[in-house]
């Protein structure tokens, strides 16, 4: 089993819908959870960070985390043709070591 | 801002020569990491260093070594390249905080 898990899309969302994005990982320990946007021909770059159980909201982005059922997941909100990117979901058993990404997940915002 | 600099945005080498990877960053960061991307699979962590001279593996050392002799450069060292290593690098770093910082990256096509 890979170590995290997104799905794998891609997704396709309409100009101004909401755009959804899961990670599941296996390791329990894991603390520090990364939401990275990587457009095409780019290398990635951090969006979101989140740490506690919970919503976690940052303009029209909200990350969710729920250590119980070891998921995190990346709302976009009003998603605009700037959004299409893919999005990477990163975890780390402390917020200063390693950390292993997902395959990511392609997001379309379709105008 | 911060910059990590990759040598070379695309090298191409013949199989069993030996390569060098080189990075560089500006900032005086103590962790540096060098991951490969490869489409399907996302970035998949080699070596990460966390101090000067100091080294971990990631998920896929093998065929791999690294070298840290000073603060601000991480080498990353493919001592007979094959086929299989045929793939995107990209190296990071990361000082105080959560957040990595991610060079150009290298395209490397071993032919």
């Known amino acids: 089993q890979k170590e995290v898990e997104q799905n794998s899309g891609p997704l396709s969302v309409p100009e101004g819908a909401i755009a959804s994005l899961n990670c599941t990982y296996s390791?329990?320990?894991?603390?520090?959870f990364f939401w990275y946007r990587q457009y095409s021909g780019k290398s990635p770059e951090l969006i979101m960070s989140?740490?506690?159980?919970g919503d976690k909201e940052d303009g029209r982005f909200t990350a969710q985390l729920n250590k119980a059922s070891q998921y995190v997941s990346l709302l976009i909100r009003d998603s605009q043709p700037s959004d299409s990117a893919t999005y990477l979901c990163?975890?780390?058993?402390?917020?200063?070591?390693?950390?292993?990404f997902g395959a990511g997940t392609t997001v379309t915002v379709r105008a | 801002d911060v910059k990590v600099t990759q040598s070379s945005r695309y090298l191409v080498k013949r199989t069993g020569e030996k390569v060098f990877l080189e990075c560089v960053q500006d900032?005086?960061?103590?962790?540096m990491f060098w991951y490969r991307q490869d489409p399907g699979l996302g970035l998949r962590l080699i070596y990460f260093?966390?101090?000067?001279?100091?080294?971990e593996k990631g998920d896929i050392p093998e065929g791999y070594s690294v070298s840290r002799e000073k603060k601000e450069r991480f080498s990353l060292i493919l001592e007979s390249a094959s086929t299989n290593q045929t793939s995107m690098y990209l190296c990071?770093?990361?000082?105080?905080?959560?957040?990595?910082?991610f060079g150009s990256g290298t395209q490397l096509s071993v032919l």
């Open positions: 990071a770093s990361r000082g105080g905080g959560e957040k990595l910082f």
């Open positions: 390791d329990r320990v894991s603390q520090s």
């Open positions: 989140i740490y506690s159980n």
């Open positions: 990163a975890v780390s058993p402390r917020v200063d070591y390693k950390l292993s």
């Open positions: 900032m005086d960061h103590e962790n």
């Open positions: 260093s966390y101090d000067v001279k100091m080294k």
